[in-house]
């Protein structure tokens, strides 16, 4: 299937298809959770033009809107909606993977502003879980886990850890079902404007 993809959507969807198969492999939820993340980065990420500056929350909001709005078969939904609901909830209402929480802890905000966004950011994903917003739901979800990637890729976390073991587990499976259908839908539409990689290979290696 990926014979007829523009070069750039190629290398991306290899380089994604890589480390997804890397993740299969794993026999813990750390290194698959972070396996799996490095696919999902694989996929979505572009490179950020200076005289265009877009910050990473926009791109990644606008990169899942165009996936939703060409998953025709609602596959996406399908994870939001039927696979994982609970796990979806229960992160969205889990302090731990909300960036303000360790930004008050670590003295970047007032000790207890947190809560408050913590509040107002749990009524705005159940208004999107309430309207059926897939793409909001999951531009939420996304939200979390790369609070929980940055606390395991810059060492805030032990390996195997016998704390806040739930987010990892749920955090894992939960792109473990939602990366294949991304690059399903990136093979499938090679005429939508993925954007350019990052890194393109300009070596032997990619």
């Known amino acids: 299937m990926r014979d007829n993809l523009p070069g ?3 290398l991306r969807v290899h380089r994604a298809l890589s480390w997804l198969q890397r993740a299969e492999l794993c026999d813990d939820e750390d290194g ?3 396996f799996l993340w490095i696919a ?3 996929a979505y990420a572009q490179e950020m033009r200076l005289e265009e500056p877009m910050p990473e929350q926009k791109v990644l909001r606008e990169f899942l809107e165009g996936l ?3 998953d025709v078969e609602k596959r996406l939904s399908g994870v939001v909606w039927t696979a994982f609901p609970n796990a979806i909830r229960m992160l969205l209402n889990n302090q731990y ?3 303000p929480y360790w930004d008050c802890q670590n003295g970047r905000r007032p000790r207890g502003e947190w809560q408050g966004l913590f509040e107002r950011a749990k009524v705005a994903a159940s208004r999107a879980l309430g309207s059926d917003d897939t793409a909001r739901v999951l531009g939420l979800v996304f939200s979390r886990l790369y609070t929980l990637r940055n606390q395991m890729m810059h060492g805030g976390s032990t390996w195997n850890s016998s704390v806040n073991r739930e987010q990892v587990r749920d955090g894992a ?3 473990d079902q939602l ?3 991304i690059i399903d839908i990136l093979m499938a539409h090679p005429e939508a404007d993925w954007g350019e990689p ?3 290979v300009v070596a032997s290696g990619a």
């Open 198 to 200: 990052g890194y393109p």
């Open 68 to 70: 939703v709005a060409l």
């Open 32 to 34: 698959r959770f972070i």
């Open 8 to 10: 750039a959507l190629d």
């Open 97 to 99: 993977v909300f960036q």
């Open 40 to 42: 999902f980065n694989a």
């Open 179 to 181: 990366v294949p259908v």
């Open 173 to 175: 499976n939960i792109l």
